[in-house]
């Protein structure tokens, strides 16, 4: 017997698979008041939901057009990845009840690698002929995001995850309810985070191949900078450093003791703390820093309890 379809309409997880031909349209039937209140309630499971994609159409005649006789019929529904060829990603094939043409079935086996962003094409056969041409599968608008203020967990659903995965398929972000964690970056692929203000300025950054972390220079709790250096008047460099400016540099001073730290970024509007390091910090413990004319430098001086100035190591933080 041929048949085609008049139309059909399925909805699972937000997915809208629709099938339509010229011989009929596209029908959507409106929530009911008590299933409108469900809406705006708390999404998260009473029960965990599985991958069963619900498929409801319409058979009709090819020669009269009128519906096929009613009685069971052997459905099998399909996901493809094309609209001809292609690969077959999940499939169910089962006797179907059909009345006045129309039918409902499922497809059970597709899982959350089917739904990668793809396009999908959904297949009807019935008994040994295949009807054609597959249909796109649409999404629903709510269906294109989260709804806002949506949960995701609950008892029946475990820990609640989330997976995030780029352009070649590797998870680049995992949000676990259970641990409360939030885990960026995969094999080739750092992770970083940005936060902006109102005016999207960065104000807050992690650096996930270094593991830096740095703030806006203005804000309140980081470290911006540091250096661990020789102050002296001949022969002043710098051991290490990090800055959240272009760059440190270090100048000798004009006598004993002195030197100039230049950080690559304005300090004298900041905190900063400078201690004495070295074999000789019991007699030379004393570090004394003040702005430079330069707004990015800190002059300092290193000496000892009678006020003498001594060479030698210091480490000046910046807040």
């Known amino acids: 017997m041929n048949t085609k379809r008049m139309w059909a309409l399925s909805l699972v997880l937000g997915l809208a698979l629709g099938m339509a031909l010229a011989v009929g349209l596209m029908q959507a039937q409106e929530p009911s008041g008590d299933e409108e209140v469900l809406a705006q309630e708390d999404v998260t499971a009473a029960a965990a939901v599985g991958w069963a994609i619900t498929v409801q159409g319409r058979l009709l005649d090819a020669v009269g057009g009128g519906p096929v006789p009613d009685g069971n019929y052997t459905i099998r529904a399909s996901l493809y990845d094309a609209q001809t060829g292609g690969t077959q990603l999940c499939t169910y094939s089962t006797s179907v009840s059909v009345n006045d043409g129309y039918f409902t079935t499922a497809i059970y086996n597709c899982n959350d690698a089917d739904f990668n962003g793809q396009q999908l094409f959904l297949e009807i056969q019935v008994g040994s002929e295949t009807l054609s041409p597959r249909e796109a599968v649409r999404v629903v608008p709510y269906a294109a995001t989260l709804r806002p203020g949506a949960r995701i967990g609950g008892s029946n659903a475990g820990s609640g995850h989330l997976y995030f995965y780029d352009s070649s398929n590797r998870q680049t972000i995992h949000l676990s309810g259970g641990a409360g964690g939030l885990y960026l970056g995969t094999s080739g692929q750092d ?104 707004q990015n430098e800190l002059e300092c001086r290193r000496s000892d309890a009678a006020g003498n100035g001594v060479n030698g190591d210091i480490m000046v933080v910046i807040y």
């Open 191 to 294: 992770g970083d985070i940005v936060v902006y203000n109102s005016s999207h300025t960065a104000t807050f950054q992690v650096d996930g191949n270094p593991g830096s972390v740095t703030q806006i220079r203005t804000g309140f709790g980081l470290v911006k900078a540091a250096i661990f250096a020789k102050c002296a008047n001949s022969g002043s460099t710098i051991y290490r450093s990090f800055t959240m400016g272009s760059g440190v540099g270090i100048a000798n001073g004009s006598a004993v003791g002195r030197c100039r730290l230049n950080f690559g970024f304005r300090v004298n509007d900041r905190f900063y703390t400078a201690t004495a390091h070295g074999s000789d910090v019991n007699n030379a413990r004393i570090v004394n820093c003040a702005w430079h004319t330069d």
